[in-house]
């Protein structure tokens, strides 16, 4: 009798190099240093112009009205949390921010509870406590007792929310609709949004530095077109519950990218805070996809 074939390691390397194409995401926008707005358009509008020909090969497919409506208003969501996420990383550190913003698991689990009826287990529970708490050490104690906040910090934090609205529109027009197609007719959607928002708030498209539009190119290319087709690779042949949690180390790769490129020490409470964090949203995950 042949031997049982071994599982190919393809999906893990693309789950790994996706986790660090994504890690550069923050490192980019504060290269670029351009408003928010500006850099998720450049974002978008590059990694469209690679997508539409892996699109063009598939087929063309059009999805259905109903998850065309679906996609556009997750389109609509998500570029909102990437504009204010590239805004919060302008006001904070690069670590902080991503951490902050990747607490989609949490707010998606509240939105359940209070939207959608939906009964959450005491793992749920601890999770949000732990993050809490971690959200307090990270923030820290005086910026409580006075009110004063940093503003990147509590864009980052806002910016997860609409990341988790985002999941939740598109949950199952996902289901039906390939991730080419999909992944095409949102950041299609995503770059006409922020096209007329940036001419509304008058916000320039050219006249760059070489330096901005090489971090421009690099958010585009490596961040959201290399680092979520890998992703999605590895989600059509991985657990979705290993992914979705090994996605959280997007953190870690950021904090330790950020100290040489952007020359960002971590403090003891990024570490302490962010340990929380990360160990609260790892048990809201473990519970959701139980």
Avoid at 80 to 101: E, G, I, Q, Y
């Amino acid at each position: 009798m042949s031997s049982p074939a071994k599982p190919s390691l393809l999906p893990y390397f693309a789950l790994a190099f996706g986790i660090l194409c994504i890690g550069f995401s923050a490192i980019f926008v504060k290269l670029a240093n351009v408003p928010g707005s500006v850099s998720t358009f450049y974002r978008v509008f590059i990694a469209l112009l690679l997508l539409v020909p892996f699109w063009i090969y598939k087929g063309m497919k059009v999805p259905a009205k109903r998850d065309l409506w679906l996609i556009f208003i997750g389109a609509a969501f998500f570029a909102f949390d990437l504009f204010l996420w590239n805004t919060s990383l302008l006001l904070t550190s690069a670590a902080t921010a991503t951490l902050l913003a990747n607490n989609a698991p949490i707010w998606v689990g509240l939105i359940s509870l209070v939207v959608l009826r939906e009964k959450l287990n005491a793992k749920f529970w601890y999770g949000l406590l732990l993050a809490v708490i971690g959200l307090n050490v990270l923030i820290g104690i005086q910026a409580w007792r006075t009110l004063n906040f940093n503003h990147g910090d509590m864009l980052a934090l806002i910016a997860g929310f609409f990341y988790a609205v985002y999941l939740l529109f598109t949950l199952d027009s996902r289901k039906r609709v390939d991730t080419i197609t999909f992944m095409t007719f949102s950041v299609l959607f995503m770059a006409i949004l922020l096209f007329f928002a940036n001419l509304f708030m008058e916000n320039p498209f050219t006249g760059f530095s070489t330096k901005t539009w090489t971090s421009l190119i690099g958010l585009g290319v490596i961040a959201h077109f290399g680092g979520w087709v890998t992703i999605n690779y590895a989600l059509g042949h991985l657990k979705v519950e290993n992914v979705s949690v090994t996605l959280l180390s997007q953190s870690i790769v950021t904090a330790l990218l950020a100290i040489p490129l952007l020359g960002e020490a971590v403090t003891t409470n990024q570490i302490l805070g962010g340990l929380l964090i990360l160990g609260g949203i790892y048990v809201v995950n473990r519970r959701r996809h139980r």
